[in-house]
């Protein structure tokens, strides 16, 4: 498992809580059979964290103003 390919499992729409849970419910039969019961911690974590970049930012429309309608004139154009 790569982040790559957690990316493509989000982009589908999949969810981080999904795919940790398809995951601890399919554990390898020797892991199962040494006791272990889901995937590690840092896996799970991992998996949050790349869901939550991917959600961190959201596009919208915006309007750029290029000068101050009230006597600033240039002041903001300027930073641009």
Same mark, same amino acid.
């Given at each position: 498992?790569?982040?790559?390919?957690?990316?493509?499992?989000?982009?589908?729409?999949?969810?981080?809580?999904?795919?940790?849970?398809?995951?601890?419910?399919?554990?390898?039969?020797?892991?199962? =059979?040494?006791?272990? #019961?889901?995937? *590690?911690?840092?896996?799970?974590?991992? %998996?949050?964290? /790349?869901?939550?970049?991917?959600?961190?930012?959201?596009?919208?429309? =915006?309007?750029?103003? #290029?000068?101050? *309608?009230?006597?600033?004139?240039?002041? %903001?154009?300027? /930073?641009?």
């Amino acid at each position: 498992m790569t982040r790559e390919s957690v990316r493509r499992a989000l982009l589908q729409g999949i969810k981080a809580g999904q795919l940790i849970g398809y995951l601890d419910s399919h554990i390898h039969h020797r892991a199962a =059979a040494r006791g272990v #019961r889901g995937i *590690p911690e840092t896996v799970r974590d991992q %998996i949050l964290r /790349w869901e939550e970049e991917r959600c961190r930012f959201v596009a919208s429309q =915006a309007y750029l103003y #290029r000068s101050a *309608p009230c006597g600033g004139g240039g002041l %903001i154009s300027q /930073w641009l």
